[in-house]
């Protein structure tokens, strides 16, 4: 008896060509999240939840800073290089984010840049 195969979605996004717009959203982390951050940056479980969340609508979100692009980021997003600097220990939700196999914001962007003839265009936040 053969188990039935699970075919791969392929993703139609690129994150690379993003300038990290899932990243200006209040991050939530669990417990394991910050684990993994505390493991990587050698504190306490205790210390990272201090120096790295905060309270948003009851639960606990990774800080953000200011951002030239979004209003702001999570505070682990390279805003010049426009990446995740802790992208093997990032939190669960991100590494589930979009969830589908489409981004909306990516299609957005890919549309806008197209309407503008600049692969480097990023619309107003």
Known sequence: MNAARKIPVRKRFDCSQCPGYCC???IPVNERDLARLA???GVSQKEAAERY????EGEPVLRHR???I????CMFFDRDERRCTVYPVRPSICRRYPG???CGYYDFLKFERG????EDFIPDA
């Open 24 to 26: 200006s959203y209040q």
């Open 53 to 56: 969340t905060k309270t948003f």
């Open 39 to 41: 493991k990587h940056f």
């Open 115 to 118: 309407l503008h003839g600049d």
């Open 70 to 73: 979004y209003k702001s980021v």
């Open 66 to 68: 200011k951002d030239h």
């Open 100 to 102: 589908v196999n489409r």
